[in-house]
């Protein structure tokens, strides 16, 4: 499966590479980008994949708001 939310966070974000999404400074420069994508353009299965990456947990949740939710905790947990 191919998943098009990393290649468009990764195009749309100033990264050298899409790892550096998962340092706390860079993730939180970034959120606001991610958190404004419309829930119309990429899948349900996108998002928990891309919520995988950053964090390296996996994610059970039934909606696209809760991984926005989810990412948006994330971000005020890291240090």
């Known amino acids: 499966m191919e ?5 468009y ?3 749309n974000s100033r990264n050298e590479c899409l790892s550096e ?11 606001n980008m991610i958190l404004n994508i419309s829930e119309d ?3 349900l299965d996108d998002w ?9 947990k996996i994610i059970e949740v039934n909606t ?6 989810a990412l948006k905790e994330w971000t005020h947990m890291m240090k």
């Open 64 to 69: 696209i708001k809760d991984v926005k939710q």
């Open 48 to 56: 928990k994949y891309t919520y995988q990456y950053i964090t390296g």
């Open 3 to 7: 998943y098009k939310l990393m290649e």
């Open 21 to 31: 999404l998962r340092k706390p400074d860079v993730l939180r420069y970034s959120m």
């Open 9 to 11: 966070i990764y195009n």
């Open 41 to 43: 353009e990429f899948t």
